[in-house]
């Protein structure tokens, strides 16, 4: 059964009409399963009303989407990569500089390191910013689960991150196998690991449901 936004509407205002008959949970689920509705569309209904003695049935606060909050996350998203990237390339420099390599002619790109410095002074007080001021707007651990604008950036941030990090243990593996592992190459693996770890740290307790 395809669980459109007006099915969903009509078992909601059922579940709520039932409720306030004085009808309990279990009888309503057996109806529900009767008539054919799945066990998860059955729990989504029922987790949407708390059912009150003396007063109609109270809805309970319900996930959101909102149209702002994702033209924000979408942009913090961004400044997050910009910062991460620049932040290795700076990083792979200094390792490059304090672990030199003697078949290479010594020639230092300090362009793109002059780029990098640039590009983290310009979107690392942006990245900052927004997530502390989304971290604000959202206080409260129920109130950011329910945000499901907020779930879904977290849940790609960390998959992007937890990708990264097998891709970075393949490299390390191929590199052992194939006996070009050098303490360069171990460095700035390990570099890009933890950068990696970092963020998935930052933003996996918006991962629950």
């Not at 309503?28 to 049935?57: C, F, H, K, M, N």
């Not at 243990?169 to 770890?197: M, Q």
Request: hydrophobic share 55%; net charge neutral; aromatic share 8%.
């Amino acid at each position: 059964m395809r669980f459109t936004v007006g099915a969903a509407d009509q078992l909601s205002d059922f579940v709520r009409k039932a409720m306030e008959g004085g009808h309990g949970e279990e009888r309503i689920r057996s109806a529900l399963t009767q008539t054919g509705w799945s066990p998860a569309e059955i729990d989504t209904a029922l987790a949407g009303w708390q059912p009150v003695d003396d007063l109609p049935a109270v809805p309970r606060p319900r996930a959101y989407v909102s149209a702002r909050e994702a033209m924000l996350y979408t942009l913090l998203m961004v400044a997050l990569a910009v910062v991460c990237w620049h932040v290795l390339s700076l990083g792979f420099h200094v390792v490059d500089t304090a672990i030199p390599d003697l078949s290479e002619r010594g020639y230092v790109d300090n362009w793109s390191m002059r780029f990098s410095i640039a590009a983290i002074i310009a979107f690392l007080p942006i990245f900052v910013l927004l997530d502390h001021r989304m971290a604000a707007r959202l206080q409260g651990r129920e109130l950011r689960r329910r945000s499901q604008v907020r779930r879904i950036f977290a849940s790609i941030t960390v998959l992007i991150a937890a990708l990264v990090v097998l891709g970075d243990v393949v490299a390390i593996i191929y590199a052992l196998l194939s006996g070009d592992l050098t303490l360069r190459f171990i460095v700035k693996a390990v570099l890009v690991g933890g950068v990696a770890l970092l963020v998935a740290a930052c933003y996996h307790e918006d991962l629950d449901g």
